[in-house]
């Protein structure tokens, strides 16, 4: 198990990105978080096998109306998520989507 942190930049938000992002992670029983930033990007939390987190980056390229410019990866220490959850504003979580 590995868990990375990934920062979008481009179009990827009020699209829907987050949702499809989540949509993804749950199909692929990717653990984690995803969030937009106040600077217009989305942060994504995720852990999973290497190979699965590999192709869920694929994946998220795939969101309709989203068109991401950059994609930033980095490894962090492992962090243990119950599910995956779209972080709406700070300290507040919703699951149903």
Known sequence: MKSVEILITGRVQKVGFRACVRRIATDLNVTGTVMNLSDGRVQ???TGELM???KFVSMVYGCPRA????????EIPLKNFT????????GRVSTAL
Not at 83 to 90: A, G, N
């Open 67 to 74: 068109v991401i410019r950059d994609v930033h990866i980095e």
């Open 44 to 46: 994504i939390y995720a």
């Open 52 to 54: 699965i987190l590999e």
């Open 83 to 90: 599910d995956f959850s779209v972080i709406k504003s700070e």
